[in-house]
């Protein structure tokens, strides 16, 4: 380490980020706005329509090439609208993640956001910060950087004061004071950022999946159009007019507000989320959630409440006991004055050089950094209060027990932080080194005098309590020749200096559980979602701790890391159990475990909050990182960010997913029924050889699909969980499924169809009309054109309300339970009355209002497809159990 530099006055500071401003990188748009635009009009299905509205023009049909061109335009504005609010949700989220950066100003340690950092800030990283702008490191120690996003190396580099460092990059280890260089679009990284263009994401299953429904529908919607091109003209029908029919039918099959729907169902999905602390950062993640097979979970701050506090400490003088949990400033410590005293050397050497304290906030202690120093911090502070006596901890190693916990500042001559290789940190203070760390790391290095067996004892007494477990120990530092000081650096590796230690004792940290996750761990099973634990405790330890929250499996499986086979099979095979606890685990067996798993088949959700997580989360399919207590890294390789880092908003986000998958299905059954509808018409003219006039035309099919179709689509997207989604295994099914089918093409389609030919043959018949006669007067085939278009308006009215479950009827879920339908359906009437009323409109379409008959029909048609979707639900539900979710 080299000497501090002191850092700017608030004043300096001010004075340049008005002159230089924000620490922001230049805001580079992958694709221009104007070409997302164009887009949504340049894609398949917008081609085939803007080749159909020319068609219709060249001929001589203005009222269907105006139609058609309403229609890609609605739709192609209507799908950047919703692709744009996806992207400024996603932005949103984004911008409340934080983004806190530890600068000295005015000579004292201040937290502010990264975007104020200006050149000739002094900032303080720890392990796992990103480094906000390029920086000269003026103190390090035992610090390496990450610079593989720069330089594509991936061993990190060490740094020692003097060299440089650059925006972007995180410390891997250790800690390090640096002078930033520059800022925002003055960085290296902001150079490279200008002149890269960022690469587009992968599609997502679901995404694939859509698409391939959609290029099947259009196949077919295609073929059928030829088909019955080749029939109007074999019967007789003009070419003008076969074309028309042709572009009817392949317009009928084509669902053209499907895309649009998927988007703003996944936003919609994302922002509920975001309300219940779970922040969405790739919006595919909201449907992968649902999927989830298993979670692997750290124990610290997910699990438990990460309020660490020091409730045991053992030494060989005897043992003390703190009551009260917390940060309390007032507890009952029960010991010996021989056993406190050297309980508050302990605490004072285990807390030396520490970058966690408590500060007093009304009558408690709050945490300002790391909960594990913090605790130690308050350690001190909780001994000196019963009246131990400030100098009862001062030996011959010359160093004050309450040390700098108690306002006494220790100087911390050099400091080597923990390493997970280690699994311990010391510190040399005032001629001592100071070690704390796991007690299998501590306790080996330490010499005779020490009652080991003791020592052994209260370990393994305490670890089974579920209290986390540090083992403290010191050494006097020879003063010979050779020996670091004055002039002399010091080593970067402590390995000759941690030996022939001599154990202090040992402190019992004690993290409680999380009041949610019990029942969340309820809900998982009873979901079909396996939950491990991962975690760098020791066994005994996460074993009591996985006991307490009702994790721990029936067969009590507790691994230490070191015991993970090499071999994936072996290692999912071990694992793919329900409550298994691995213990010392390493952020590299944690990748493995999640490949393991996956290879088995599963769907992965893993949490992490480590630098070190970064490959472990970008492997599971749904990485979990930390927002209150993560670093940058985790957050940055994460799908899904937990605001309080609480498990149980995993099993709420895993909730949302499910209700998106379900809800995608939902509308994706009431278009189609609507398609059924729609075809129908032509599939009764084309098999009468063109002697049955046709019941609706191209222009109605249009109205049906945008005019009234698209708003009860969206509010199916926004349906809310059921209550039993979380009540079933996970829904692995494809969205068009033989269950799917035979509910839309056997069902619904059919009745909504059936009604729809019945009101049109109907009106006709009642005016006189029979088959193989001429066709009707225009007035008589114009009303029951409008019965057959009220029909499916009012039927699919009805259908929404019955795609709101795939188990049960509407009435069981109650009719105002969502609140978008109600609206939704309230616009469909209001369209549907300017449809029929309005008369350039009607007349544009080329129907009138139905008669009392046709009406009475259409009417009839509700009540009809409820009752049919009705018992078809209870007879699915007796041969299969439909899942929950729907």
């Known amino acids: 380490m080299t000497t501090t530099v002191a850092g700017l006055t608030t004043a300096t500071a001010v004075r340049l980020l008005a002159e230089d401003g924000p620490n922001v990188l230049p805001q580079t748009a992958t694709v221009p706005r104007w070409r997302a635009f164009a887009a949504q009009f340049t ?60 600068v000295r100003r005015d000579g004292a340690a201040v937290s502010i956001p990264a975007a104020e950092i200006v050149h000739g800030d002094v900032v303080l990283l720890s392990a796992g910060d990103r480094i906000p702008g390029d920086v000269d490191f003026t103190a390090t120690g035992s610090c390496t950087v990450d610079e593989s996003m720069l330089s594509g190396e991936s061993d990190p580099v060490p740094k020692r004061p003097g060299d440089a460092g650059f925006g972007g990059t995180f410390l891997v280890n250790g800690n390090a004071e640096a002078e930033v260089t520059a800022t925002g679009a003055r960085t290296r990284l902001a150079a490279i950022a200008t002149l890269t263009a960022t690469a587009e994401p992968p599609q997502s299953p679901l995404n694939v999946e859509l698409r391939r429904v959609v290029r099947i529908i259009s196949v077919v919607a295609l073929t059928f159009g030829g088909m019955f091109f080749a029939v109007s003209l074999l019967s007789g029908t003009s070419w003008r007019n076969a074309f028309l029919f042709a572009i009817g039918v392949s317009v009928a099959l084509i669902p053209e507000g499907l895309l649009p729907t998927v988007t703003l169902s996944l936003a919609m999905g994302a922002q509920r989320m975001a309300r219940r602390n779970a922040l969405v950062r790739h919006l595919q993640a909201v449907e992968t959630l649902g999927s989830t097979t298993f979670i692997c979970t750290d124990k610290t701050g997910t699990l438990t409440q990460n309020r660490m506090s020091a409730v045991e400490v053992w030494t060989p003088q005897g043992v003390v006991t703190l009551n009260g949990l917390g940060y309390a400033p007032v507890a009952s410590v029960t010991g010996g004055p021989d056993a406190v005293a050297r309980a508050r050397r302990l605490a004072s050497a285990a807390q030396a050089a520490s970058r966690g304290r408590a500060v007093l906030h009304g009558d408690q202690w709050v945490a300002e950094g790391d909960p594990m120093e913090a605790a130690l911090d308050a350690l001190v502070r909780r001994l000196d209060r019963p009246g131990a006596g400030r100098g009862a901890g001062r030996d ?128 998982t099973r009873r ?40 071999d994936p099979h072996l290692l999912g095979a071990l694992l793919d159990r329900d409550g298994v606890v691995v213990s010392r685990v390493s952020p590299e067996q944690k990748l493995a475990v999640a490949k393991a798993l996956q290879l088995r088949g599963h769907v992965l959700a ?47 986000a895993v909730e949302q997913g499910r209700a998106t998958y379900a809800n995608i299905r939902r509308f994706l059954t ?119 278009f009220t029909t499916v308006v009012l039927a699919q009215l009805a259908n929404a309300f019955a795609c709101r479950s795939e188990s049960l009827p509407p ?56 009752a049919a979707d009705y018992w078809h639900k209870r007879l699915m539900h007796r041969k299969t159990q439909v899942p929950a979710a729907t």
């Open 43 to 102: 894609h398949f299905f917008a081609v085939m329509l803007w080749v159909a509205a020319a068609l219709a023009f060249v001929a001589g049909m203005p009222q269907l090439g105006v139609a058609v061109t309403v229609v890609v335009v609605i739709n192609g504005v209507f799908s950047y609208v919703q692709e744009a609010r996806a992207e400024r949700a996603a932005s949103q989220l984004r911008a409340m993640l934080p983004a806190q950066v530890l």
């Open 396 to 523: 011959a190693g010359g160093l004050d027990a309450v040390g700098h916990g108690a306002d006494a500042e220790v100087a911390v001559e050099a400091r080597w932080p923990f390493d997970p290789a280690r699994k311990r940190e010391s510190a040399a203070v005032a001629g001592l080194l100071l070690l704390k760390g796991a007690p299998e790391s501590v306790l080996p290095l330490c010499v005779a005098p020490v009652q080991l067996g003791a020592c052994q004892a209260a370990l393994d007494e305490m670890a089974g309590r579920g209290l986390r477990v540090l083992a403290v120990a010191e050494r006097v530092l020879p003063a010979r020749p050779g020996t670091p000081g004055p002039g002399v650096p010091w080593p970067e590796d402590p390995g000759d200096l941690e030996r022939d230690l001599t154990l202090l004792g040992l402190v019992g940290l004690h993290d409680p559980p999380r009041e949610s996750v019990a029942e969340a761990l309820r809900a």
């Open 527 to 566: 979901a079909g979602i396996k939950v491990a634990m991962l975690t760098g405790d020791h066994p005994t330890t996460a074993a009591a701790i996985a006991e307490e929250i009702g994790l721990l499996g029936p067969d009590r499986t507790v691994l230490e890391g070191s015991d993970l086979p090499e």
């Open 606 to 652: 893993m949490t992490g909050d480590g630098v070190n997580d970064g490959p472990a989360l970008q492997e599971a399919d749904i990485g979990v990182a930390m927002g209150a207590s993560g670093t940058d890294v985790a957050r940055e390789a994460a799908d899904l960010v937990l605001l309080d880092d609480d498990f149980a908003t995993i099993v709420a």
């Open 670 to 788: 009431y278009h189609l029924t609507d398609n059924v509808a729609e075809l129908t018409p032509f599939v009764v003219w084309a098999l009468s050889g063109g002697s049955f006039p046709l019941a609706l035309g191209v222009l109605q099919i249009l109205f049906l699909d945008i005019g009234t179709d698209l708003l009860p689509a969206l509010a199916l997207g926004g349906e809310k969980a059921n209550k039993r989604a979380m009540d079933c295994p996970p829904d692995r099914r494809h969205l068009m499924d033989t269950r799917l089918m035979v509910r839309v093409f056997a069902v619904l389609g059919p009745v909504e169809a059936v009604f729809e030919m019945t009101a049109f043959t109907l009106t006709l018949w009642l005016a006189g009309w029979r088959p193989g006669e001429e066709f009707p007067p225009v007035g008589v085939l114009a009303a029951a054109s409008g019965a057959a």
């Open 811 to 866: 009435w069981r879920l109650g009719w105002r339970t969502n609140p978008l339908m109600l609206r939704a359906v309230a616009v469909e009437l209001v369209a549907l009355l300017g449809f029929l009323f309005i008369v350039p409109v009607a007349a544009m379409l080329g129907h009138a209002p139905p008669t009392a008959a046709g009406l009475l029909v259409a009417l009839l048609s509700m009540p009809a497809l409820l």
